[in-house]
């Protein structure tokens, strides 16, 4: 343990960049700690050349044994090729291009050498060690604080001259590196140390170190869990032992690492797994999110635990002005909307979400809505060790509900029966299917485990057929088409009893233009009530006369307890529905009685289930 409180007063450190942006406390140096950069050089030349964990572990505590407690968290962040935690997402970030002149100017040599060397050698790490091993070099000078400030530095330059700049700053590093060093730094840089060290055998090193064995790993494991910064656990350990471990809480702007399902495919089962009764949640096809709330900051972070706030502003501002703590971290399910008719899409819809630029036009064209499904934090208190139905009756009583922004459908359920109603009653609404979760259950951050169960379809496959379906009634558009038709109402026929059932809700592939001219087409077909030849359960905003028949496509055929085509066909109690269509072309080479009839639909329905099963 001495040997870890060593302090050296030569070459005082100058202090490292505060990381209070991650809320941490801070990771700069106290004055005088500082360390030679060629230890740490000199053990990952030790850990790259085994393969064996356990010794991985023994090296890896080796090093934390002799860094001085203020440098421990730098430590561990550069051992792992990184400066920050990733949820910061500050890349060190040199182009190859920018890492080859480097190396050349602090060899003295044109870059035309170091890129021959490196077609040949395929490590510039490498290319750097033997071009910087030539001539009279000095022993090693570099701290580690030097290293680590340099390299931010450089991962935060930008603006006009950066890029000289940051060549100009690495070459400095380089040419006060001994060949060892230079090679580690140069494969720092580019992103390219990759030592084999893991998130677990950090935590293993720590434990040995500063916590008096491995058997102490599941404690400081939990922190690293709850707050996805291995450089603040170990800071944490280092200063104040496991005792301090044990009192870290979730940090608002230290994303939690996010809690699994595990999948079964039987309600029984599920149930039987559950203890009899569990909260049922419609299961959302978008991307997660975790936000975190303090006052008016909002920071949202992805399932890889990305800070993706820029992706959405508008679910920013939704947080903002829902969510009524202080103080909140809660997750949920981002999905994208059908703009008019105000439906669910599928995942791939969010994809345009995905840019850095230009957002605001992807957030008109494909507007969202956040389904809420927990509450992890509020205004000071911790509710990850809380039991589900405790965490789920806050997360209700936080949110302030709307369109755009409320808690997911759930519903308490301890019956078989019910909880496949509620299933169909999902998929028709434009889910997957469920997560049933266990009503005591805590919050287990980072773990797949049986508190919350996934109940999808076993089957899925693509509906490759599209069919004829008939326009049978109309929904009014919201928001940006208001004036025109958010949707329509598809049927297929039947020719037996000559009835049209439904068998969807319509409102995407259309054109602008298309759905503007939709009322004034369909005008001379329009009547004040349903159809008699109509089979519906659900009320359009304007009905038709069977008259005019579109091509569709859909995911696939689900059970539905909404739509009428194939009713009791396949089971009692439910129809058969198309999930997600999309318009592909108006077929007027079709009156409605020439439709894909329900029978049809009720054969390609089985005949999925075959191919799935
Ligand atoms: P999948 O690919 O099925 O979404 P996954 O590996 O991403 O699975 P799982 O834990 O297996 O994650 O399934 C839960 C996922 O389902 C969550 O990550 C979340 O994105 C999504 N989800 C949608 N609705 C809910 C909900 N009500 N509760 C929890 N997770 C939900």
Redesign the pocket.
Known sequence: MAASRRRSTKNAGKGLPDNARSGAPSAGVQKRATMKYAVLADAYQRIESTSSRLAMTELLAGLFRKTPQALIGPMVYLTQGKLYPDFEGVEIGVAEKMAIRAVAHAAEVPSATVEQKLATAGDLGLVAEALLAKGNRRGPVLTLEQVYRELDRTAHASGKGAQTAKMHALAGLLARATPREAKYLVRMITGRLRLGVGDMTVLDALAVVFAGGKQARKVLERAYNLTSDLGYVARTVAAGGLDAVRKIHVVVGKPIR?M??E?LGDPQEILQKLGGQCIA????DGE?LQIHKKGTQVDIFS?RLEKITAQYPDVVDLARTHLRAREAIMEG?VVAINPTSGDLLSFQELMPRRRKYGIEQVMADIPTAV?A?DALYVDGTDLTEQPHAERHRLLESMITPDDRFHP?VSRRVSAVRELEEFFEQAVADGCEGL?CKALGGVYQAGA?GWQ?I?F?REYRSEMTDAVDLVVVGAFHGRGRRGGTYGALLMAAYDPKDEMFRTVCKLGSGFTDEFLAALPGQLRSSTRPDRDPHVDSRLTADVWFTPTVVYEVIGAEITLSPVHTAGWNAIREGAGLAIRFPRFRRVRDDKGPTEATTVAEIVAMYKHQLKRAG
Request: no cysteine; glycine share 0%; proline share 5%.
């Open positions: 996010p699994l399902a999948r949640e419609y299961k959302y997660r399932r399910e389904f499904f997911a997560v797949r919350w996934k999808k």
